[in-house]
């Protein structure tokens, strides 16, 4: 069974500060998905990566996977308030990317203070 | 252009009892796809349907079980409620398995 690790569970921080949170596994994932997921609400996708080595910028996040395509980290710069949620990674065992073979890291749960 | 809708928001039911979950996709989108999601668990995947047939389950048992209608819309029924299924039911739909799925708000299913 392929498990992701996401580390740190908890996370609080001041608006202005940047942050990085990890996505660890023992297996190799063809691909990997990060989502936010904000409360009362269903996760949303933020970013693919499949490359080992990969690196992706969405606005003020930016998304690594590992060379050996087993972790992913997830940086902010300069939280700001809209940026809580719980923040979670996903990985695709194959290339064919079947959305239902998706394992699930339990996720960060981030709160940007005022 | 409408999400992913479910129904209920919330549902509250006592242990023994039934709970029917119900999912509308993005329209054009066949596949519909029903996780799990219980605290401190993470998201498990429950089932997938796609063109009216169920494709796959998760690790659940039996008494997990759905169906998807001729309008791709989707039912998730579970019998015999456990306190431990107490969860966030998540349904997410795609236009096949290979693309994006888009998830709806979830139901709170809370057994009491």
């Known amino acids: 069974t392929q498990l992701l690790e996401q580390s740190p569970q908890f996370l609080s921080i001041q608006e202005g500060e940047n942050l990085t949170v990890y996505c660890n596994s023992s297996?190799?994932?063809?691909?990997l998905q990060w989502y936010r997921q904000e409360p009362g609400e269903g996760p949303v996708l933020l970013v693919t990566?499949?490359?080992?080595?990969e690196v992706k910028k969405l606005k003020r996040l930016t998304f690594q996977f590992g060379d050996a395509r087993k972790d992913s980290s997830l940086h902010i710069t300069a939280a700001q308030t809209g940026d809580t949620g719980l923040y979670l990674c996903?990985?695709?065992?194959?290339?064919?990317?079947?959305?239902?073979?998706?394992?699930f890291g339990k996720g960060t749960l981030l709160t940007v203070n005022p | 252009e409408a999400g992913v809708t479910q129904s209920p928001t919330h549902l509250i039911k006592t242990s023994g009892q039934q709970a029917t979950l119900r999912c509308s996709p993005i329209?054009?989108?066949?596949?519909v796809y029903w996780y799990q999601q219980a605290l401190g668990l993470g998201l498990q995947f429950l089932l997938w349907?796609?063109?009216?047939?169920?494709?796959n389950r998760g690790n659940f048992p039996p008494r997990f079980s759905g169906r998807q209608f001729p309008n791709y819309s989707s039912e998730l029924n579970v019998n015999a409620l456990e306190l431990e299924d107490s969860a966030l039911y998540l349904c997410?739909?795609?236009?096949?398995?290979?693309?994006?799925?888009?998830f709806g708000q979830g139901t709170r299913l809370t057994v009491v």
């Open positions: 997410a739909s795609s236009f096949d398995t290979n693309t994006e799925a888009f």
């Open positions: 297996s190799v994932f063809s691909s």
């Open positions: 990566v499949v490359t080992g080595g």
């Open positions: 996903a990985g695709a065992a194959d290339s064919g990317g079947s959305n239902y073979k998706l394992t």
């Open positions: 329209s054009g989108h066949t596949s």
């Open positions: 349907y796609d063109e009216g047939e169920e494709r």
